[in-house]
């Protein structure tokens, strides 16, 4: 048997490419957060809870400016047929430098005014000194695309693990030092630094430089220009429960609610990863669409995700309270059932989670983007109205509500590729509430004393 398994993830087949990519993304971003938690459990101790309140609107704020800008090089060389070109790669990486550039100079621009709008002077020092990472992650190689395109992620694996490790280094010890929040600006800064060198030093390939070609930067922007509106929406969904509620919460509520996000969404989190790097290229190459067997053997490998991601949510969801409880001091306990609700009401977001990436690689960017931006909408719009009727716990509630009602619209988006499979919607929809109701009953103390908040 050991054998037969063994076999799955050898030679050069579309499956045995899936397992090993997946095998490498998924052990690699389990790695990733265990040495995030691990160095959350440190500074929590160095540090206040106001501290990660104030790195989480900076967190928020700077992948924002990154998201509302994103142009899609990344995906487009994953997809495009001349993914391989250099001229395409290095008007590919021209973009993207000139990005970073003005990204970083916007969040110079905005420091002031974001610092008025949250009432917190120190703002408007952190944004630009954080911001510089946005400028050094311009520079990153595509080197660094192309290697995920074939699906060959085990090398950037394992220099993700490397900066973020030397990052945390950092952090701890000037967190020892300094006893300031300015401990975490700087680590931020130092890992890209860090990234870019050993992309540079230890991808194989050949160097960017500055080029444009017109038929390349045609299509990066023809493909770009949906990817650039849908990650607007993108941005919305996934981090617009941090702008709202980092101006509803006090400080070191808003601190405690952004630990328990990690822990809850740790599993969701994970998985997009994991469809990012692995499914786009196997829609590329084996399109639903195209016949009744690639459809049978995406079916196989979606079944397999979701299993293991929708496994990892339950279990965060009902351990939710222990968990917070075991790692972390009482000033943090009311993370326990937010870390329950939380998880809990991402798991409608898991069932759909495999279906996101096959218009992107069909090249169907602008269905893409009218998904985001119903789901975007959906959210917020169930966000706001939850935290306007019962506080924080029914904002909870509202974000899983949202993810049942654009439901159809995801089915629509995963139809017109042919790539809908309604046996796992509805296996893993009978399962979900079952998950819920356990998470639910198992915490039921910790749940109502945050629903009468």
């Avoid at 990892?312 to 870390?339: E, K, T």
Wanted: net charge positive; glycine share 8%.
């Amino acid at each position: 048997m050991i054998k037969a398994v063994a076999s799955q993830f050898q030679g050069t087949s579309l499956t045995a490419r899936f397992m090993r990519s997946s095998a490498f993304t998924l052990s690699g971003y389990a790695a990733g957060q265990v040495l995030r938690l691990a160095s959350n459990l440190i500074l929590t101790r160095l540090l206040f809870p106001e501290a990660f309140g104030l790195m989480a609107l900076v967190a928020v704020i700077i992948q924002g400016l990154s998201m509302f800008s994103d142009v899609g090089v990344s995906p487009a060389i994953m997809q495009s047929k001349r993914g391989d070109d250099q001229r395409f790669l290095d008007t590919a990486w021209t973009i993207q430098v000139i990005r970073g550039a003005l990204l970083w100079l916007f969040a110079c621009l905005i420091a002031i005014p974001v610092a008025r709008f949250y009432e917190e002077p120190l703002l408007a020092w952190i944004l630009p000194c954080a911001g510089i990472s946005l400028l050094v992650s311009g520079f990153n190689p595509t080197r660094m695309d192309t290697a995920n395109r074939h699906l060959l992620v085990g090398r950037l694996t394992a220099l993700d693990l490397i900066a973020q490790s030397a990052g945390i280094v950092i952090a701890v010890g000037l967190a020892w030092y300094l006893q300031s929040v300015w401990a975490l600006v700087i680590s931020g800064v130092a890992a890209s630094v860090i990234l870019l060198w050993l992309y540079h030093r230890f991808l194989p390939g050949q160097s960017n430089r500055f080029h444009w070609e017109a038929a390349a930067g045609a299509e990066l922007i023809s493909f770009g220009k949906w990817i650039f509106l849908s990650t607007i929406f993108g941005f919305l969904t996934a981090q617009g429960d941090k702008l709202l509620l980092g101006k509803y919460l006090p400080l070191d509520q808003f601190g405690i609610y952004n630990i328990a996000f990690f822990l809850a969404s740790f599993p969701l989190l994970m998985g997009g990863v994991l469809i990012r790097k692995v499914l786009i290229p196997l829609y590329r190459e084996a399109p639903p669409a195209e016949s009744v067997a690639n459809f049978r053997k995406l079916q196989k490998l979606r079944f397999l995700l979701t299993a293991v991601i929708f496994g990892l949510a339950s279990a965060v969801s009902m351990a939710g309270v222990v968990l917070i409880d075991v790692m972390y001091d009482p000033r943090y306990a009311m993370a326990g059932a937010v870390v329950v609700v939380i998880a809990a009401m991402q798991i409608p977001q898991i069932i759909v989670l495999t279906y996101d990436q096959a218009s992107l690689a069909a090249g169907d960017s602008r269905s893409y983007f009218i998904l985001s931006a119903v789901r975007a909408t959906l959210t917020l719009g169930f966000l706001f109205a939850g935290l306007l009727y019962g506080g924080l716990f029914w904002a909870l509630i509202g974000q899983g509500l949202a993810g049942v009602v654009a439901y159809p619209f995801v089915v629509h988006v995963a139809r017109k590729v042919k790539a809908w499979d309604i046996i796992h919607d509805v296996a893993y929809a009978f399962l979900g509430l079952i998950a819920v109701s356990v998470a639910f009953w198992m915490n039921a103390d910790a749940v109502s004393a945050l629903a009468a908040m």
